[in-house]
């Protein structure tokens, strides 16, 4: 006989099953996506959400962090705004709801709610792991989001932007994207809130890269400061495929990000880089789980943090070579900006090598603005709070002037400079 | 226009007294020197002066156009018309020179109550200013002093004096490190600056600069003070018989 160990529902778990059984009758899916739902959601329901008894939720207790999960609201709208780069083919989910238009020759598209329909997305519906809370989460309740199919050798000289605006409840979003052989493209997926009222948001971004194919993907969030935001990319790189991936975080209340990438063919190349912007009283995870599953590749990872108020942010970095990915080089930096004595930034990096010709090497720092730099600008007239902005920006500005991008970067520098002015 | 009285600071950290009773008086138009052997106290009264918070002053004042400015930070002592020449501009990465000179002009100009500059009237004053001192423009493309020479840093120190126009300017040791085109250059830039309604104070240890840079007085610091005051033949006199002279017949 089986020994059974009961999992005491918390608050958040219980208002997560009473969701699923609330939306089991409209939530789309033929047998196979509700068998592949059931199943996520048993296993939430009996492992509970993870502590940080569970290794890689070690800094974000999830089940003690999350507090409660709003019901889903079925009158919150939420309107599109503008696309961060302008020009960008933009792709709308209001609330949940992905609005597909028909004018789009460049890639194939289609509402991610039709192959829940048809039955196509049940295979995508898993948990990567024993710990992956966010795809048992996000495979129970997504409703919608958009499927790609970007041509080989496409290049599409506009961004796409996934624009994923909220108003309240409760929005569980995919995007499948496929990138062809030799194609190009820059993809924004962009989550935000219109309103301060609660939300809880899983996302699942599903991309594979083939064959050379060279991709920029950005991950801005700007959730509400009540909002809980989970999100997951999960990435196959192919034979000399080229990922930039480029994360920033500048709001919500309760934030994981994970990036699970898995490099699969000789010559591939990831370039991730993240910004975390963190003030009031919130919790940020950024963690990724990179598998260099092959010899010959490459990747660079370098994420900034600026910590203001009561803060906390965590950085996980697992960096694996397998067994026989020789001649693999990988370098990880994580850097942090405490501007207060209450911030917190916990930064785990790790490294896995079972190949023994390999350069893997990480680095951490934390420190404050450095007074000499503050006390130049003040002599030069610039006042003491602008010169610290100037000096925060400049800590970050440095990894986002990479993309190269003209808009790109003007689009993010942006962002930065209106966050900071908020919270600085 | 600078009026120094007994003035003691000492560092904030460790409480060593560095200045001690310091007097000292500048008059607009004038160009005042300041020598003074190694650990003399030179570089901490150009920070004080400055507004550095690693210094307090315990007691004194100083005061700047008849009025005390102890209580002013280093920005709003900048935005009265107070510079100070780096003997070491430090590098910021992340901070583009043409963006910082920008904010570092119209914060001022805010300050003042005037309107901020346009672009091309900003672009044109620094091409200018920077073409006098033989200023590359290629070097304002990098991020605030990172990667230039000692030489191309105290130019760029000249040319945020030159562009900002203040009324008191303090070179500390701007000399160092210079050779000989350089330092011409340099002293041309100052030089020109010299109007009868600006006063410079020129921190140095050595006669060289002032042969560019001719001052209409010379102050001895030793130990905190000035200890002698005289005209530009006294910098002569330090530089053929040292400080030593003086300093014993001081004591």
């Known amino acids: 006989m089986n020994i059974q160990t009961t999992n005491r529902l918390t608050v958040a778990e219980a ?3 009473e969701a699923y059984n609330e939306q089991l009758s409209d939530l789309p899916g033929d047998g196979a996506v509700f068998a592949a739902r059931d199943r996520l959601l048993d296993d939430l329901k009996t492992g509970g959400l993870p502590t940080r008894r569970i290794e890689t939720w070690h800094y974000t207790d999830l089940k003690s962090l999350l507090r409660n999960v709003p ?31 028909s004018n789009v020759d460049a890639f194939e598209i289609r509402r991610y709610a039709e192959s829940l329909i048809d039955g196509s997305a049940a295979a995508g519906l898993t948990a990567l792991d024993f710990d992956d809370a966010i795809g048992r989460i996000n495979g129970s309740f997504v ?28 929005v569980h979003t995919r995007f499948p994207v ?20 609660a939300a809880f948001v899983s996302t699942i971004s599903d991309i594979a890269l083939h064959d050379g194919a060279e991709i920029t993907w950005i991950i801005f969030q700007s959730q509400g400061e009540f909002d809980t935001h989970l999100g997951q990319i999960r990435v196959n790189l192919g034979k000399d495929a080229k990922l930039r991936l480029f994360v920033i975080n500048a709001g919500g209340k309760l934030v994981r990000q994970e990036i699970q990438i898995s490099v699969t ?47 906390k942010g965590v950085f996980q970095g697992m960096i694996r070579v397998a067994p026989d990915a020789q001649k693999t080089d990988a370098r990880m930096a994580c850097n942090t900006l405490l501007m207060t004595d209450d911030g917190e930034f916990a930064v785990k990096p790790e490294l896995e090598i079972f190949a023994d010709d390999v350069q893997c090497g990480h680095g951490a720092t934390v420190a404050d603005i450095d007074d000499n730099h503050l006390y130049y600008l003040m002599a030069r007239g610039i006042p003491e709070s602008k010169a610290r902005a100037m000096l ?33 | 226009m600078l009026e120094i009285r007994n003035l003691h600071a000492r560092i904030a950290e460790d409480g060593t007294e560095i200045i001690r009773g310091l007097n000292l008086t500048v008059k607009a138009g004038e160009v005042a020197a300041i020598m003074g052997p190694n650990g003399s106290g030179k570089s901490t009264l150009s920070y004080v002066l400055s507004g550095r ?41 992340g901070v583009a020179t043409m963006q910082f000179l ?52 105290k130019r760029a120190e000249i040319l945020q004096m030159a562009l900002l126009e203040p009324s008191l300017c303090i070179l500390d040791e701007t000399d160092s490190g210079l050779d000989i085109d350089a330092l011409k250059i340099v002293a041309d830039g100052v030089n020109a600056l010299r109007s009868p309604d600006r006063a410079v104070i020129v921190i140095t240890h050595y006669q060289r600069l002032l042969e560019y840079i001719v001052p209409d007085s010379v102050h001895v610091l030793y130990k905190g003070q000035v200890i002698k005051s005289g005209g530009k033949e006294l910098a002569l006199e330090l530089e053929s018989n040292g400080y030593a002279d003086i300093i014993d017949a001081a004591a």
């Open chain 1, 143 to 170: 409703r919608d989001g958009f499927v790609l199919d970007i041509p080989a050798d496409a290049e599409l000289k506009a961004p796409i932007e996934l624009q994923v605006s909220h108003g309240a409840g409760q």
């Open chain 1, 392 to 424: 925060v920006n400049a800590f970050v500005d440095e990894i986002v002037e990479e993309l190269e991008d003209e808009a790109l970067v003007e689009a993010l520098e942006d962002v930065i400079a209106t966050w900071l002015e908020k919270h600085a």
């Open chain 1, 71 to 101: 019901a889903r609201d079925r009158r919150a709208v939420a309107e599109a705004t503008a696309p961060l780069v302008a020009g960008s083919e933009v792709l709308v989910v209001r609330q949940g709801v992905a609005d597909l238009r």
């Open chain 1, 15 to 17: 208002a997560l099953v």
């Open chain 2, 53 to 93: 918070e690693d210094y307090e002053v315990t007691e004194g004042d100083i005061l700047y156009n008849g009025e005390s400015i102890l209580e002013l930070d280093a920005a709003e002592r900048a935005a009265k018309g107070l510079f100070l020449a780096f003997q070491y501009p430090v590098e910021i990465p």
């Open chain 1, 265 to 311: 063919g000789e010559g591939a190349d990831l370039t991730l880089r993240g910004i975390n912007l963190l003030g009031g009283d919130t919790h940020t995870d950024v963690t990724l789980n990179l598998g260099h599953n092959v010899p010959h590749t490459t990747s660079t990872e370098i994420v900034r943090n600026v910590v203001f108020d009561r803060a």
């Open chain 1, 178 to 197: 496929n990138f062809g052989a030799g194609s190009k493209a820059t993809v924004i997926e962009r989550h935000r809130a219109v309103s301060e009222n």
């Open chain 2, 102 to 153: 920008k904010v570092a002009m119209n914060e001022q100009r805010k300050a003042r109550g005037e309107d901020e500059l346009t672009t091309p009237d900003f672009m044109r004053r620094v091409k200018e200013a920077a073409a006098k001192l033989q200023i590359n423009t290629e070097m304002l493309k990098r991020p605030l002093n990172v990667g230039f020479s000692g030489g191309e840093k």
